[in-house]
Structure formats: structure tokens, C-alpha cells
């Protein structure tokens, strides 16, 4: 009888443990003005009433005459709510690229003048002759807004209810960039061949937007990682800041890093030995623990959407983007035993240039801000509290086993033949 009561109160923390995330879930702001997101189809499904009743001791409860499973009630399978309807669309093309121009001008005319929505885009669409010169184009170009020097990026990306991504998977990750912190729901169009973050076709764009529009949409919450670059002259006046609330603190004052820099990753973070002929010597500790000595050409710790690019091409596993982890994956290590290895979101990964290094390394995240560092030098990687909503075709299983089809062939052969007897 003891045991019993024991497991019922323990599902119980579990569940309210579960009611904690579904909370963080829905919180306003994370996902831009007017969106939450919400992990069930129907929002009803995980309110209150879900944690007010007991449960039983086969992980169930009763609820009007039926039994819910709660296992099946927290389905990784993520939903867009719009709180009112959205008003302002960001839409990201790629620049000077003739046939992303030409489909960028049909979205933004549909979207003004038949949605009567509001678009805002980059400053540098401003300024292809594809776009100004196109007499026809005029009318709607005079009513898309952008930054300037009058009306800063901040201030204009802060009332962006969609984002709108037309190209590949790299016009994805740079619009990532423009929002270093909570970003609104991201809609991505592939351009020629299929991309694991744009799952959409172009020539179905009104449907899918209407679709959005109308809040009739499967999301995947792709994490992101936080890394912080410290040279030896860099206090780290923040860490008495724990957990989240350290990225948090970080993320909100950077002037307090006192020279340091911030940088978000959506697919990974790389440090290399440069042009240096040498290996390099890299200290890696997780939770203030040092773990290993990497020798070798570098390192590279991939988030789970990174984990199709450049850490699989270093022979590490593919993870689906919503599993809560970092993936730490050596590049050509100077040992047969050095593996990749999975370890989990919630830990601190230092990566430190060893002192007696022979030589510098460099970084570069997600394939930008190439730098240099030096010897003493190191790395602070965590997990970003702001992740990337992107919507899906299908769903989040589906459309990942589907890219992962397409784009890499994964699991292609011909079928044994039937064995006759």
C-alpha cells in the first residue's frame, strides 16, 4: 500500500513537473508579439483541468466517461496559437539572386494587397535594380517598411508577428541572426532542392501562409546555443547568475562581459587550428569538471538541427531536432578512441585553448564571425532560452525523416529480392 501511494506521488511531481514546461511553453513574448505555442493540438487538452484531477495507477486519469493517457497528452508534436490576429510579416529573401527576387515580389503583393498585411524587409532589398526599377512594383514597394537610421532594427523586428524565409537553409540561419533574442514563427521556402529547415514549396505559397494565418500549424522549437568568448582579461561578473537565469543576465546586459562576446548558434560552433600546421591542444570541461584534451584538427559542438551538417560530415550521429541536447564531435583527433559523444542541454561546456598550445585556434559560428583566439582563451557554451520556431509541412517526425530522405538518400538500397522456396 506504502509503494503505491509512493508512485502515485511521484506522478504526480512528474506531472506537475510537466506543468511547469507546458507553462513555459505558452509564455507570451518568446515567440513574438501575438503567437504562443502550445504542445497539443488542442490547447484544452493541456489546461488546468489536466493537473487538477488524481492519477491512477497506470499513468491515466478519468475525464467526462473517457480515460486520457498523459503520456500521449505531452506529445512532442508543438502547435501555433495566434493570442489576436497577426498584423506584420518579416519576409527574408536571398540577396541577388533573380528567381528568390522575382517570387519575393509576388509574396509581398499577395500579402499587401489581398491580406492587407503589413511586410517589412531587409534594407539591402532596397537597393536591387530588380526590385526599384520595376514600374509595376512601385505601389506595393512604397508600402514595405525596413530599418534605417531614423527607425532602428530593434525597434522595427519587435513587431514582426511571421517571418517569411525565401532560398535555402542558410537564409534561414541568417535571418536567425537579426533576432538575438525571442523570435516570432518562421515560414521557410527551398528554392530548387529540398532543405531540413525550409520544408516548403513556393508554388504553394498562398495556402501555406493561409494556413499559418489562421493558426492551423505544426511547429518544431529548434534550440539554440548561447556562446560567450572570454579572453583571461574578461571577469565573468555574471556568475553568480545560475542556469537560465545566467543566459538570461548575460543575453539582457552584454556590456557587463566586459569586453566579451555573445554569439547564438543555431547550428554549431567550430574551433579549428586555422592555417596553423600544428594540432590543436583544446581543454574541454562540462560543469566546471575537466573532461578531456582534444588533439587534433578542432572541435565541434553541433545543437540537434546541427546535427545534419557539419558534425555529420565528422562522423557524428543525426538527433532529431527537438531532443534537448549538444552534440560534441572531434574533427580528425589525433587518437583512434575519441568518439562523438551526446550530452545534455541543461550542462556548461568550457572550451579553453590550452596555455602551452603551440599554437592560436579559431572560431566560427554556424559559418560566420571567423576569429581568432589565443592561447588562455576560451569558450562558455550553454543552452540559449531562445529557440527558433519553424513551421512544418506535415510534422516534426515526418518532415525530418523526409529531409533526411531527399537531402541525404539516408537508408537508400534496393530491396532484397523474395527468397523462393
Known amino acids: 500500500m506504502c509503494e503505491q501511494l509512493e508512485a502515485k506521488d511521484s506522478r504526480r511531481m512528474a506531472a506537475k513537473h510537466n506543468r511547469r514546461s507546458y507553462l513555459d511553453y505558452t509564455a507570451q513574448g518568446l515567440y513574438g508579439p501575438k503567437c504562443v505555442i502550445f504542445p497539443s493540438a488542442d490547447p484544452q487538452q493541456c489546461g488546468e483541468a489536466l493537473f487538477n484531477s488524481p492519477v491512477e495507477g497506470d499513468g491515466t486519469r478519468e475525464e ?25 510579416v518579416l519576409l527574408i529573401k536571398k540577396i541577388n539572386d533573380e528567381e528568390a527576387t522575382k517570387r519575393f515580389k509576388e509574396f509581398t503583393s499577395w500579402i499587401v494587397q489581398e491580406k492587407v498585411l503589413s511586410v517589412v524587409a531587409e534594407p539591402a532589398v532596397f537597393s536591387e535594380p530588380q526590385v526599384t526599377e520595376d514600374l509595376t512594383y512601385r505601389a506595393v514597394l512604397s508600402k514595405l517598411a ?53 520544408p516548403f514549396q513556393l508554388d504553394s505559397f498562398k495556402s501555406v501562409i493561409d494556413r499559418v494565418l489562421q493558426g492551423d500549424a505544426s511547429v518544431t522549437l529548434r534550440y539554440r546555443l548561447g556562446c560567450t568568448i572570454r579572453s583571461p582579461q574578461c571577469l565573468p561578473s555574471l556568475s553568480n547568475h ?76 543525426m538527433v532529431h531536432p527537438s ?89 537508400s538500397r534496393k530491396s532484397q529480392k523474395q527468397m523462393k522456396l
Open 242 to 317: 545560475p542556469g537560465d537565469e545566467r543566459i538570461k543576465a548575460i543575453e539582457a546586459s552584454p556590456s557587463k562581459l566586459k569586453g566579451c562576446m555573445r554569439l547564438l548558434i543555431v547550428n554549431e560552433v567550430v574551433i579549428d587550428r586555422g592555417t596553423s600546421p600544428y594540432l590543436t591542444n583544446l581543454e574541454v570541461s562540462i560543469n566546471e569538471r575537466l573532461i578531456t584534451t582534444v588533439q587534433g584538427d578542432g572541435l565541434i559542438v553541433a545543437t540537434p538541427t546541427g546535427s545534419t551538417a557539419y558534425s555529420l560530415a565528422a562522423g557524428a550521429s
Open 64 to 88: 467526462e466517461g473517457h480515460e486520457v493517457d498523459l503520456e500521449r497528452s505531452y506529445s512532442s508534436e508543438l502547435h501555433l496559437k495566434w493570442l489576436s490576429p497577426p498584423t506584420t
Open 323 to 411: 531532443v534537448p541536447c549538444m552534440i560534441i564531435t572531434p574533427i580528425c583527433p589525433h587518437s583512434l578512441s575519441f568518439r562523438p559523444i551526446v550530452v545534455p542541454a541543461g550542462v556548461e561546456i568550457l572550451i579553453r585553448v590550452a596555455p602551452e598550445s603551440r599554437s592560436s585556434a579559431w572560431v566560427a559560428v554556424d559559418g560566420r564571425n571567423r576569429q581568432e583566439i589565443k592561447q588562455g582563451d576560451s569558450l562558455v557554451i550553454t543552452n540559449s532560452c531562445w529557440s527558433i520556431p519553424t513551421i512544418n509541412n506535415t510534422g516534426d517526425v515526418t518532415d525530418w525523416f523526409d529531409s533526411l530522405a531527399v537531402c541525404l538518400n539516408w537508408n
Open 146 to 198: 525596413t530599418w534605417n537610421e531614423d527607425h532602428s532594427q530593434k525597434e522595427v523586428l519587435k513587431n514582426v508577428d511571421l517571418i517569411v524565409c525565401i532560398g535555402g537553409d542558410g537564409t534561414l540561419l541568417y535571418t536567425a541572426t537579426l533576432f538575438p533574442e525571442g523570435i516570432p514563427p518562421v515560414i521557410g521556402f527551398h528554392m530548387g532542392s529540398l532543405g531540413f529547415l525550409t
